[in-house]
């Protein structure tokens, strides 16, 4: 016949469904707070602005009138630029916000932060 649980048993059993619920927890407010982060990078003198959503995509793309006096070189450089620092800043942000929710030295933070690299541009 089955023994029931012992107490010890019990709690350790209490134990891990608390951890669980608390990792799902973190995990639902760090994909909230990551649904909303965006960045914005200006380069040339503020004539081209770039402005990220969380997914990494260039969401607004404002270019001053004073464009127009540059070589398109020079624009297609500032604004692969100001991309790549927009990236890097959604990337703080990223880690930021994984360190507040969950820290970075969590096995789950260190994967998240492993997945999550700024865009390489060259």
Known sequence: MDEPLDG??????????????????????????????SATAREGDGIVEVTLGSNGQIVDLRLDEEIRRQPAAATARQILAAVKAADQELARQ?????????????ATGQ???KGFRPQESG
């Not at 010890?8 to 707070?33: M, N």
């Open 111 to 113: 994967a998240l932060m």
């Open 94 to 106: 990223f880690a930021q916000a994984t360190d507040e929710t969950m820290g970075l030295d969590s």
């Open 8 to 37: 010890l048993a019990v709690e350790r059993i209490e134990e891990r469904q608390r951890g669980f619920e608390e990792r799902a927890a973190q995990a639902r407010a760090l994909t909230e707070r990551v649904a909303g982060l």
